[in-house]
């Protein structure tokens, strides 16, 4: 499958962190470089391919529709093949070869955060559309911006604030995965219980390759609990759900974002009824919402291999939604283009919305992007509907 961009891949050794370039790097008369880093291959290649097939029909649209103040966006890809070693020579060679304006990217908290000091002494403006840990955004830093997911620990906060203000639930036990990812979210899960006077029934980690968790689910069950928060990656969630419900385990299960794919409905099969999941946005990809069905059937129509998958799914919403921001900040900064401006410009989004992705909220003092989020279920024909009201998880 081919994509009407350049594209490069990672290479080299690991790049020192590079001095801020020229204020206008990546800007002429016609055109603005935009580089983008994600995980194409790899394990989190659902994440960066679909960043990139996203973020590549927004910018194709915009450049059919005349540009940004008279100029095109030129889209320079990098696939750091879910490698950080390979995301931060990919990185260096957008800014030090390249040349580009910013950075759309990375896709992969296992590949952004080792990249952190690098992007962030870079002064080149990066937008994150993907991955969700909070440890590129809190504290905010000057040049890193989130244009996509709540993070991990607001989701845990998200999450914690739903099964007790709204399900009224007290005994609430916690399966997590036990990398960052599984550890940010789990934690904030249980420092919100904290705060609401609750204490998690019961605790219990696995790996993200493990395939039997029986001994954490019979201890589980032990608690006797209502709730069981399962804080990992699509796979061994699924695994996780079933398991729980062979056991004889009844009580609600709620997954974190990472479960909230297309196709993880089927991972779990028909015991996944009625479990439910963190949902980015107030319309999933397969919603008939306006705005949803417009792109989705662009995408399909522009991605014909990967309509046949079944796409497009959660990564290329965010890919689309997350380019639609890039381009608007730099609508906002005008025709004299600079990175100084465009970071201003960003800051100045109050409430923007795309129409496929949640509004975004960001200033000079908040770099965070979304703080809501909504939950979605799986219903006994494993279709998937959000609920309504969104969860504030400040």
Not at 182 to 206: C, D, H, Q
């Amino acid at each position: 499958m081919a994509f009407a961009v350049a594209t490069v891949t990672a290479a080299g050794l690991l790049g020192a962190a590079v001095p801020a370039l020229a204020d206008s790097t990546g800007v002429t008369d016609k055109s603005i470089k935009i580089g983008f880093v994600g995980s194409m291959t790899g394990p989190a290649a659902i994440w960066g391919s679909g960043n990139m097939a996203g973020a590549t029909l927004a910018f194709e649209e915009t450049n059919a529709a005349g540009g940004v103040n008279g100029r095109k966006i030129e889209f320079i890809t990098v696939d750091d093949e879910t490698s950080a070693p390979k995301g931060i020579a990919g990185f260096n060679r957008l800014v030090q070869s390249d040349k580009v304006f910013a950075v759309f990217g990375p896709s992969s908290s296992a590949v952004g955060v080792p990249m952190k000091t690098t992007m962030a002494n870079s002064g080149v403006p990066i937008l994150i559309p993907s991955f969700s840990s909070p440890l590129m955004t809190e504290p905010p830093i000057a040049n890193i911006f989130r244009v996509g997911p709540i993070n991990d620990r607001m989701q845990g906060r998200g999450i914690a604030n739903y099964l007790v203000d709204k399900e009224k639930l007290k005994k609430i036990a916690i399966l997590r995965q036990s990398d960052e990812y599984g550890a940010t979210g789990a934690s904030s899960v249980a420092g919100r219980l904290k705060e609401l006077g609750i204490t998690p029934v019961a605790n219990e980690v696995f790996n993200a390759a493990d395939t039997d968790f029986t001994s954490q689910i019979l201890r589980v069950r032990s608690s006797n609990p209502d709730a069981i928060v399962v804080y990992g990656y699509p796979a061994p969630s699924a695994i996780v759900t079933r398991q729980i419900r062979e056991v004889g385990i009844k009580a609600e299960i709620i997954g974190s974002s990472a479960t909230s794919n297309q196709n993880y409905p089927e991972l779990v099969g028909k015991v996944g009824a009625g479990t439910k999941f963190v949902s980015n946005g107030e319309h999933l990809p397969e919603s008939d919402a306006p705005a949803m069905k417009k792109f989705r059937e662009a995408f399909q129509k522009r991605f014909p291999d990967l309509a046949r998958q079944g796409r497009p799914a959660l990564g290329d919403v965010l890919g689309y939604g997350g380019a639609l921001t890039v381009v608007e900040g730099l609508r906002r900064a005008g025709k004299d283009l600079t990175r100084a401006g465009y970071m201003k410009a960003l800051e100045s989004l109050d409430g923007y919305e795309t129409g496929v992705s949640m509004p975004t909220y960001l200033s000079a003092t908040n770099h965070e992007g979304n703080t809501k989020m909504y939950i979605a279920v799986i219903k006994d024909d494993l279709t998937r509907e959000v609920l309504p009201g969104a969860i504030d998880a400040k």
